[in-house]
């Protein structure tokens, strides 16, 4: 975790509960922590553990953003920047986004508009807002990963296409798969494009875990994936920039 010494600023999306509050929770704790970890939500009001978590470490604050919002995101640029200053923004991870179940019979035009604009349109919005932020801070160092500059898109292993399967589980989840196998266009645009700022960018795959969006059935815990999580986060460099990996670091198929 050596790194995370030199990673000053993470922002995280979507931290009230889930994937987001266990990387929030999990970074806090971490020896040696980042010195600033930015915990967004929709309605940070209603985050309860997220402020609790705020309480016991003097290294996170919370700001509210919703990522399908041009104006929510306008703003939440504008504080960070203040909060960060001329040093900029070290690491982005794009981790909010909804599941919505539909198999080819229930699936609608409305339904796949709505998950796509979330799960992948608002990462790609996102990113691009902060890139003056993240551009700043690879200005400070050399190298790649997330001690300089760093978009992590939380993806899904059933974005891959080379798993799908007739009886693959995945099958009803139509907008949800879809949209998350454009997000891994996204993140290998992103990768390409900002190659030369020095600014990494993965799609990860955080493993199918208990969670209001991942269900009961899911085989992992997030105090289980967590630490292996930020350990791949740590030890990224410039040969993992375009990548697709999981959780444990293996590489996955597009």
């Known amino acids: ?15 009230n509960r889930g994937i ?13 922590s980042p010195e600033l970890i930015i915990a967004t939500c929709r309605y940070p ?35 960070v920047e203040g909060i960060v200053g001329p040093q900029g923004l070290n690491c982005l991870i794009n981790n909010a986004g909804i599941n919505v179940l539909a198999s080819l019979d229930e699936v609608t035009a409305e339904t796949m508009l709505t998950v796509y604009k979330t799960n992948t349109v608002a990462q790609l919005m ?30 899904s292993r059933s974005a891959c296409m080379q798993f799908v399967d007739v009886n693959d589980l995945a099958l009803g989840v139509y907008p949800y798969r879809i949209a998350k196998t454009a997000l891994n266009m996204v993140t290998r645009c992103l990768a390409a494009d900002l190659k030369s700022d020095g600014i990494l960018c993965i799609s990860l795959h955080p493993g199918w875990i208990q969670t209001d969006m991942g269900g009961k059935k899911a085989p992992l815990k997030i105090q289980d994936t967590i630490p ?3 350990s791949v986060l ?3 460099g410039e040969k993992d920039n375009g990548s697709f990996l999981d959780w444990q670091g293996k590489t996955l198929p597009w």
């Open 234 to 236: 740590a030890q990224l």
């Open 45 to 79: 009001d209603k985050a309860q553990e997220l402020h609790q978590l705020c309480k016991q470490y003097r290294n996170i604050k919370i700001l509210r953003l919703d990522v399908v919002s041009e104006n929510s995101i306008n703003e939440v640029v504008k504080e």
């Open 1 to 15: 975790m050596a790194q995370h010494s030199q990673c000053r600023s993470v922002l995280i999306t979507g931290t």
């Open 20 to 32: 987001g509050l266990g990387l929030v929770r999990g970074l806090a704790a971490a020896s040696p």
């Open 126 to 155: 996102v990113s691009k807002a902060f890139l003056p932020l993240l551009r700043k801070a690879a200005q400070q160092s050399t190298g790649m990963g997330c001690h300089r500059a760093a978009i992590i898109n939380m993806s």
């Open 228 to 230: 292996s999580i930020l």
